[in-house]
């Protein structure tokens, strides 16, 4: 007999679908983050694991096809939106560009409350987006692009604490979704690109004091200072522009860098620890506890900022505790981490067209150059992926019953990069050593592309990582792949991303594409699933902008006129259920 599932009309017909209760709000505590229901999402990721995985499984393979939007919501807002849907118990939360935050009603759409944040008048940064806010006890974080911190009431949206952790006008700003745990809320910084040194943050999640303060680019006397020559650790970068993962068994959290500054390695000789590496933390002292540095003295502005995911491996026939990241540099990193946050590489392999590498140590990890492929100041190279990598910032899912990891990759795109003479750093100045003018004309297609046709770029791919091995790929041609992956229970896939605004579902085992909605935008943000009153909904923001907008400008120069459409700005969260 086939199951009946209730549907969003059916329960509105019959009266059973009630209007949230703010008053009624389930305080989200580190028992709930660390062992969430399966109809909630109050993780970023659905998990401190990163997994971005749903265990519900309403939808399926079978009925995905009967998916309808059921409400939507014009944010009033443009630019990138790309912060998950937050829902605990029928109330949603969700953080847009300009540091605004709206709470709704997760079944009707309607609006309970809405925070516009007073950005100052001399703000400028180079991303201006929010990647989500963290839910703890009965309060709702968000980072700022002033580089601050705000606490709202989730029942109000009133403010009940509102601090800065860096100086926005020396060039700080933050962009990431925040962690919670025991008490802390962890937050980081970005502007490399302005000269800043990197750092995460653990603020009371009472009262927004600092609890400590822990540096991606170590200073004198600190572990790691070694691999800076001179004063080069001051203006080093490492940014932190995503939220960490986290082992809450052992209190340890993975945190992604971004790469060295200035951007020509020439200007900061040295292996330049911990850029573009992978940092253990420990929650309760911020002690770095292990790492290990994807690539050294970074040459391509490879930012590896996306934590890896907290996964079971196994090799051999051992079972590990995994850290698995899809690396802007090309390659796809296994490594094994420990009860104590100490971190082994395991092995690499290539995704993506790279050429800037010759080889990796097996043992170590260690990457050598290509040098032909490595620009420097006054030294312009081609190199591959291109500087915006194999993956970007968007992030990877994994689900556990088909045991893959899902990567929305770039393919067949390099950059022709390189640097020039350096001035004296400015407070708030850019300070890259490379011209904008030739960052925004740096792409370019792979020697081997044919134009004349539709070109691979975008694509969707599957790993086990048990055996190192790409399972099922999905190609998406003449655009850029800037979509975050949700896995479900239901054996789906979701993700959206490309420039045709839409906003699809695979079928997780073997990639079939199932279903595709074109939404109002682009669609670049992480989905999100929920369930109230025994009806499974898929939520997402669609609003282009950012990276994505300004690698679309740069393809449409590139293809021949007519094959790259225009993308239309504004944002939207769309919600999606099965149809009677």
Not at 109 to 123: A, H, K, Q, T
Not at 278 to 299: M, P, R
Not at 363 to 385: D, I, L, M, Q
């Amino acid at each position: 007999m086939k199951k009946l599932v209730p549907t969003v009309t059916a329960l509105l017909v019959a009266g059973a679908i009630q209007s949230v209760s703010a008053a009624e709000y389930n305080a989200v505590t580190d028992e709930r983050l660390s062992n969430p229901e399966p109809h909630n999402w109050i993780n970023t990721r659905g998990n401190y694991e990163g997994w971005g995985h749903s265990p519900l499984k309403q939808i399926t393979t079978e009925n995905v096809k009967d998916l309808v939007p059921v409400w939507s919501y014009s944010t009033g807002v443009t630019e990138g939106h790309q912060a998950s849907p937050m829902v605990n118990d029928g109330m949603m939360f969700v953080s847009t560009p300009q540091n605004q935050v709206i709470a709704l009603d997760a079944v009707t759409g309607n609006e309970i409350w809405r925070y516009v944040r007073e950005l100052p008048e001399d703000l400028f940064q180079l991303h201006p987006t929010n990647r989500g806010v963290a839910l703890y006890g009965d309060k709702v974080y968000m980072a700022t692009v002033d580089a601050g911190v705000v606490a709202l009431d989730a029942k109000t949206g009133e403010v009940v604490w509102d601090v800065f952790v860096g100086d926005y006008t020396d060039g700080y700003y933050s962009t990431l979704s925040l962690m919670a745990a025991k008490g802390k809320i962890i937050t980081g910084v970005s502007g490399g690109e302005y000269g800043i040194r990197g750092y995460v943050s653990a603020l009371d999640a009472e009262t927004g004091k600092e609890v400590w303060r822990t540096y991606t680019i170590p200073g004198p006397g600190e572990p790691g200072n070694e691999t800076w020559k001179g004063d080069s650790w001051k203006t080093g970068g490492g940014s932190v522009w995503m939220q960490p993962n986290y082992d809450a068994k052992n209190g340890v959290m993975y945190v992604g860098t971004g790469n060295g500054g200035p951007w020509m390695p020439d200007t900061r000789p040295g292996d330049n620890l911990y850029t573009t590496s992978v940092v253990g933390i420990n929650i309760d002292s911020g002690e770095i506890t292990g790492h290990h540095q994807y690539h050294w003295n970074d040459a391509w502005d490879w930012d590896e900022v996306s934590a890896p995911l907290l996964i079971p491996m196994e090799r051999d026939g051992r079972k590990m505790d995994g850290l698995v990241h899809a690396g802007r540099n090309g390659f796809i990193w296994a490594m094994e981490h420990d009860s104590d946050g100490k971190i082994d590489f395991v092995d690499a392999h290539k995704y993506v067209i790279q050429d800037a590498f010759a080889s990796i140590d097996p043992e170590s990890g260690r990457p050598t150059y290509n040098e032909a492929k490595t620009p420097g100041t006054g030294k312009t190279v081609t190199f591959c992926p291109s500087l915006w990598g194999g993956k970007d910032w968007p992030m990877e899912a994994y689900n556990p019953d088909t045991g893959l990891v899902y990567i929305p990759s770039q393919e067949n795109l390099c950059s022709e990069l390189g640097g020039v003479p350096m001035e004296e750093r400015e407070s708030g100045e850019l300070y890259i050593g490379v011209p904008i003018d030739v960052i925004l004309s740096s792409l370019r297609f792979h020697e081997n592309v044919d134009t004349s046709k539709p070109v691979p770029i975008g694509k969707l791919q599957a790993w086990d990582m048990n055996k190192g091995e790409m399972v099922w790929s999905h190609d998406f041609n003449d655009t850029p792949y800037w979509g975050p992956i949700m896995s479900t229970a239901g054996n789906l896939v979701f993700t959206g991303g490309t420039n045709d605004r839409k906003f699809r579902a695979f079928d997780a085992t073997n990639g079939d594409m199932l279903w595709e909605y074109p939404t109002n935008s682009g669609v670049t943000a992480s989905p999100s699933s929920y369930e109230v009153d025994g009806v499974q909904y898929i939520a997402v923001q669609s609003g282009w902008g950012v990276d994505a907008e300004r690698m679309q400008g740069l393809l449409k120069d590139m293809l021949p006129a007519g094959r790259v459409p225009d993308v239309p700005q504004g944002g939207v969260i769309w919600v999606f259920a099965l149809k009677s």
